[in-house]
């Protein structure tokens, strides 16, 4: 199947300071990149939908200046937490799919997700 | 709007039934099941395209019902290895994911 990498899978920064989240295609191209969030025993929720070449789009109640999200190019999506703090701790998680677009229709391979934790 | 799962959480012995319900509020495009271990990636089970389709994968398949907006998780002589916490994944036409509730399923000897 579909290799989805991402990088790195801990991290622990102080208050204020940023967080990137790298999340790369590695045997197939992703013009659609997803990302999503995850609080302890909670579902995964859905922050936006990376789109290579052109502005990502935000989910509902997510702020874009907090949580840049960059598509440079067809295999990778960074993700950047600005001025984390503590409640930022989560899971995050991306995923793509190799058939081009979105989900539709297709599974959706993830990335091995990244702890972070604001303290 | 998350679609809901239900039940929330399903205790079982080895070799016992389970079934997992997920259900939306709107007509869905397509439903993905995966299983997500702690503190790893959710792990693709299957998908359903059709209304009143239905697929096994091994111990483990699914319904998608005729009008689309709901789909059942059926696990079967339950295993160790099925422990875990199973989301349902909807499409509502916007080509994107929205993960169900969850529901965590333990299995115990």
């Known amino acids: 199947g579909a290799v989805v990498s991402q990088h790195p899978s801990w991290v622990i920064c102080k208050s204020g300071t940023s967080v990137k989240i790298e999340c790369r295609s590695l045997?197939?191209?992703?013009?659609?990149m997803f990302w999503y969030r995850q609080f302890p025993k909670k579902s995964l929720m859905l922050m936006a939908t990376s789109n290579e070449g052109s502005k990502a789009t935000y989910e509902q109640g997510v702020e874009k200046d907090k949580f840049l999200i960059n598509h440079a190019s067809l295999t990778l999506s960074t993700l950047t937490v600005t001025s984390a703090h503590p409640e930022d701790s989560s899971f995050y998680i991306c995923?793509?799919?190799?058939f081009g677009g979105g989900t539709l229709n297709t599974e959706a391979f993830f990335g091995q997700g990244t702890r972070l934790t604001v303290v | 709007q998350q679609p809901v799962q239900s039940p929330q959480a399903v205790i079982l012995r080895e070799g016992e039934d389970a079934v997992i319900n997920c259900s939306s509020s709107k007509a869905l495009y397509s439903v993905h099941w995966y299983r997500q271990k702690h503190g790893e990636a959710p792990v693709f089970l299957m998908i359903?395209?059709?209304?009143?389709e239905q697929k096994g994968h091994e111990k483990i398949s699914a319904s998608f019902n005729e009008k689309k907006q709901q789909s059942s998780l059926y696990l079967t002589a339950s295993q160790l290895s099925y422990s875990g916490t199973y989301f349902c994944?909807?499409?509502?036409?916007?080509?994107?994911?929205?993960f169900g509730t969850g529901t965590r399923l333990q299995v115990f000897p």
């Open positions: 995923s793509a799919s190799p």
């Open positions: 994944g909807t499409e509502e036409g916007t080509d994107k994911l929205i």
């Open positions: 045997d197939f191209q992703a013009t659609t």
């Open positions: 359903l395209l059709k209304g009143g």
